[in-house]
């Protein structure tokens, strides 16, 4: 058979074909984010990997993940259905920066909220495949956990002003000793596909932004604004456990039941109102986004 001619029409496919390999010495990376704060659990996380991209020349590849966490204090008040307690952020891609190992550390450390940060850089072939929070389940084995808890309580929740954290959701937590002021920001988190802003409240050391020394983790691009508190909040002044039906109810019935009556009734409805207070997540919490 004679020479074959390709028609331009195949000329065109096959250079755009070639034009989607890998450049030598290019590195091919896992592109991802993840923003979730609903049913957070540290051993069923999971970070689905379903694209990658070819990085720039100098690039390598980027991986790093901000885990937030409200202090593990007893609900004070706790509606139906309340808001969330964990939060992750993440981001995978290509990255200018110098290669480096994986770096674990906490940037705001517990009593009270709590931030830590997993990153690294690397340069080998889809090296940036982590794809579940055991960094974070090491740290936390490794930091000791506040066993002392004050009666003073602060609203509390991570997560979406518009979902997991509207008001009816928020829940009040007691606070450690060490970390007994209200503390709320609106955070904003920005590397390439990611763009977050979330609401964090709980409590903390002090009411004063507790990422002011970090405006990037990894390429993440960080901003916090802190939002306006009540003087009682900022206090730490001590909520009541129940909500404010309750306050009224049993002012009304002092004045027509007895006080044996009252009695009864009260922990009957106590009863409910703690069995109705829990919160209401999914049943397999495993966090997948891509």
Not at 42 to 51: A, E, G, P, S, Y
Not at 64 to 85: D, N
Not at 200 to 224: N, P, Q, W, Y
């Amino acid at each position: 058979m004679g020479p074959q001619h390709l028609s331009p029409v195949h000329l065109l496919c096959l250079l755009g074909a070639i034009s989607t390999l890998p450049r030598a010495g290019a590195l091919l990376c896992y592109e991802a984010t993840s923003s979730l704060f609903r049913a957070v659990s540290l051993h069923n996380w999971k970070w689905l990997l379903m694209r990658s991209m070819v990085c720039k020349l100098s690039e390598g590849c980027e991986e790093t993940l901000v885990f937030i966490e409200t202090a593990e204090g007893k609900w004070l008040w706790a509606p139906a259905g309340c808001g969330s307690r964990r939060g992750v952020v993440g981001f995978k891609g290509c990255s200018p920066a110098s290669s480096y190992p994986q770096q674990v550390s906490y940037l705001v450390s517990p009593p009270g909220l709590s931030v830590a940060s997993y990153s690294r850089v690397c340069r080998s072939y889809l090296c940036n495949n982590l794809t579940s929070l055991d960094p974070f389940v090491k740290l936390k084995a490794n930091t000791p956990r506040s066993t002392a808890f004050s009666s003073h309580g602060c609203p509390t929740c991570v997560g979406e002003h518009s979902k997991g954290c509207l008001p009816s959701f928020v829940t009040t937590d007691s606070c450690p000793y060490d970390a007994s002021q209200c503390y709320s920001s609106t955070l904003k988190f920005q590397a390439g596909l990611l763009n977050t802003t979330f609401l964090l409240m709980g409590c903390a050391r002090e009411h004063h932004k507790l990422l002011a020394d970090f405006h990037h983790i990894g390429s993440i691009r960080v901003t916090e604004v802190l939002n306006v508190l009540e003087k009682a909040q900022i206090a730490g002044v001590e909520p009541s456990s129940r909500g404010p039906a309750w306050g009224i109810l049993s002012g009304l019935l002092t004045q027509v039941i007895s006080p044996l009556y009252l009695f009864i009734f009260r922990r009957i409805l106590s009863f409910h109102i703690n069995l109705g207070s829990a919160c209401k997540f999914h049943k397999n919490p495993v966090g997948i986004l891509v």
